[in-house]
């Protein structure tokens, strides 16, 4: 079994910044990309930032410039540096995982949640 655990977010005014980490437990020989997703009322959940095993990054047009994804091979972590929060990333952020498995296969991992609210 392996799990995704995400700690961090909260409240926040305008302008501020919350980190957000996840950790991946469990069997996993290797992880390929992990990354962040945010789903807010009434929308679909979307690409917030993606790291790859390689360290290349993808960030969604709306958070380009005040968010940093950067992770932790070793440790098998993930986190999300946030500044210059804006209202509209208000939402519940989702870490997101590829991990392979000692059979060689790949699979999709998904944590909890965690909210972000960022008052105005």
């Known amino acids: 079994q392996v799990q995704l655990v995400e700690s961090g977010g909260g409240l926040v005014q305008a302008g501020g910044s919350l980190r957000l980490s996840c950790a991946a437990s469990?069997?996993?020989?290797?992880?390929?990309?992990m990354g962040w997703y945010r789903q807010a009322p009434g929308k679909q959940r979307e690409l917030v930032a993606v790291?790859?095993?390689?360290?290349?990054?993808n960030f969604a047009d709306s958070v380009k410039g005040r968010f940093t994804i950067s992770r932790d091979n070793a440790k098998n972590t993930v986190t999300l540096q946030m500044t210059s929060l804006k209202p509209e990333d208000t939402a519940i952020y989702y870490c997101?995982?590829?991990?392979?498995?000692?059979?060689?296969?790949?699979?999709?991992?998904w944590g909890k949640g965690t909210q972000v609210t960022v008052s105005s």
């Open positions: 469990g069997i996993i020989l290797s992880i390929n990309s």
């Open positions: 997101n995982a590829f991990i392979r498995n000692y059979s060689g296969r790949v699979y999709d991992y």
């Open positions: 790291v790859t095993s390689g360290s290349n990054t």
